[in-house]
């Protein structure tokens, strides 16, 4: 099941949610990480300058949201990416793994070159 977008007019020219996927695993552990925060919080998923590898992935719980931010909603969890960002996130895949050495979202990027050792950070 795909997640459904709802941009704000300013965002028109976002692209299709099929860009940037939530999987399932994703969607539950957001919305359990959210059960306890007060109504209209999100998660802020975003790419800054730093890490080892040239950028990393920022995850923020937060109420604040852009204008032209893209928003997606699946399975009553909400997430939110600033148009900056979505840039590298194009045909990204967000899942959340949990296993033996611990528990962490994971994001596939096919515009990645490279990254870290941990996947935290990236280069493209």
């Given at each position: 099941?795909?997640?459904?977008?709802d941009?704000?007019?300013?965002?028109?020219?976002?692209p299709?949610?099929?860009?940037?996927?939530v999987?399932?695993?994703?969607a539950?552990?957001?919305?359990?990480?959210?059960a306890?925060?007060p109504?209209g919080?999100?998660l802020?998923?975003?790419?800054?300058?730093?890490?080892?590898s040239?950028?990393?992935?920022?995850?923020?719980v937060t109420?604040?949201?852009?204008e032209?931010?893209?928003?997606?909603?699946?399975?009553?969890?909400?997430?939110v990416?600033?148009?900056?960002s979505?840039?590298?996130f194009?045909?990204?895949?967000?899942?959340?793994?949990?296993?033996l050495m611990?528990?962490?979202?994971?994001?596939?990027?096919?515009?990645?070159?490279?990254k870290?050792?941990c996947g935290?950070?990236f280069?493209v």
């Amino acid at each position: 099941m795909d997640a459904t977008l709802d941009t704000a007019p300013a965002a028109a020219a976002l692209p299709a949610v099929d860009e940037f996927i939530v999987t399932d695993a994703a969607a539950r552990r957001i919305r359990t990480i959210l059960a306890g925060e007060p109504e209209g919080t999100f998660l802020r998923i975003s790419v800054e300058g730093g890490g080892c590898s040239g950028f990393s992935y920022k995850y923020d719980v937060t109420r604040e949201q852009g204008e032209d931010d893209l928003i997606i909603e699946k399975e009553g969890a909400k997430i939110v990416v600033d148009r900056l960002s979505l840039e590298y996130f194009r045909g990204s895949q967000l899942d959340y793994k949990a296993d033996l050495m611990g528990s962490a979202f994971k994001i596939s990027n096919p515009q990645a070159t490279a990254k870290c050792g941990c996947g935290s950070s990236f280069a493209v």
